[in-house]
């Protein structure tokens, strides 16, 4: 049996503890996907800042003069327009530079979302997460005009000569899976080095997506031609989307931001501004 005095102890103490947890502030639950996304004030890795990423270097027509802080290049201008969608001025982006491959391994970013020529790929959203794409894309073969490859027409004329790509890239998967080549495929770090094998003749042929093909032969490689574009096959095409930490607060923002960017013609008239038409360019069967 507890006292008259101990229980006005122990009602008092009890009266204490309500008081403090209703003057008490309630913890800031973390921002869900699929959240508010208020203009500007997205949980951004810095506050009212939007960091995005890509690679170093990077090329033309996706960034020009490897200054994707410029908006020159499709990318960059791309990547403003979802900032500005979002709430961020262009005095609120900030650049930061990762390698292609880290940029898509698990593991905290240092970027909110990155813009590098990604292909959506069941195995890269294992580990981390996809905006809507914002450009639909086909894989190209470059060969050096003085090259009989040079005039090639068939899927099947690719089959018995030296193919290469950069690694990790859907234009080394692309070789695989629509070439199917009867010799391994050469693997470089970057297109760089890929155009440097093709004009030292240690590769027949390199793949690359297909502006990116158009601006190699156009101002790049002297004595290059597009030789054909490869067939987008069945299925969803080959898309590039902007890449996220995993169940980032940020995705569904930045989805949002790119299916409006495509509803009201931006994506089609950035195409318009900086890459070529695929129009001219064969399709190779």
């Known amino acids: 049996m507890i006292s008259s005095s101990a229980g006005r102890r122990v009602l008092a103490t009890a009266v204490l503890v309500l008081s403090v947890a209703a003057c008490a502030p309630e913890p ?21 800042t939007l960091t995005v990423g890509t690679d170093q270097p990077v090329y033309p027509p996706w960034y020009r003069d490897d200054d994707p802080s410029s908006g020159r290049g499709f990318e960059s201008a791309v990547a403003y327009a979802i900032a500005d969608e979002l709430g961020y001025p262009r005095e609120q982006v900030t650049w930061a530079r990762v390698p292609f491959n880290a940029a898509v391994q698990p593991g905290p970013k240092t970027y909110d979302l990155n ?62 899976d629509q070439i199917a080549p009867s010799a391994q495929p ?5 297109n760089d080095d890929a155009k440097l094998a093709l004009t030292n003749g240690q590769v027949d042929a390199i793949v690359v997506d297909l502006p990116t093909a158009f601006y190699i032969t156009s101002a790049e490689l002297e004595g290059s031609t597009i030789v054909g574009q490869l067939p987008l096959g ?21 989805t949002q931001a790119v299916e409006r960017l495509r509803e009201d013609g931006t994506l089609a008239a950035l195409e318009d501004e900086w890459l070529d038409s695929a129009g001219s360019a064969p399709e190779l069967r």
């Open 234 to 254: 069945e299925g969803t095409p080959e898309q590039f989307g902007a890449v996220l930490d995993k169940d980032s607060a940020l995705t569904t923002c930045v």
């Open 115 to 176: 813009l590098t020529e990604f292909s959506i790929t069941p195995e890269r959203a294992q580990a981390v997460d996809f905006s809507a794409p914002y450009y639909d894309v086909k894989q190209a073969v470059v060969a050096l005009s003085s090259s009989p490859l040079a005039g090639a027409t068939s899927l099947a004329e690719l089959k018995d000569v030296r193919l290469g790509a950069q690694v990790g890239t859907t234009s080394y998967d692309a070789i695989i």
């Open 186 to 190: 050469a693997v470089f770090n970057t």
């Open 28 to 48: 800031a639950a973390p921002p869900a996907a699929g959240g508010s996304c208020e203009p500007g004030a997205l949980p951004t890795l810095a506050a009212g």
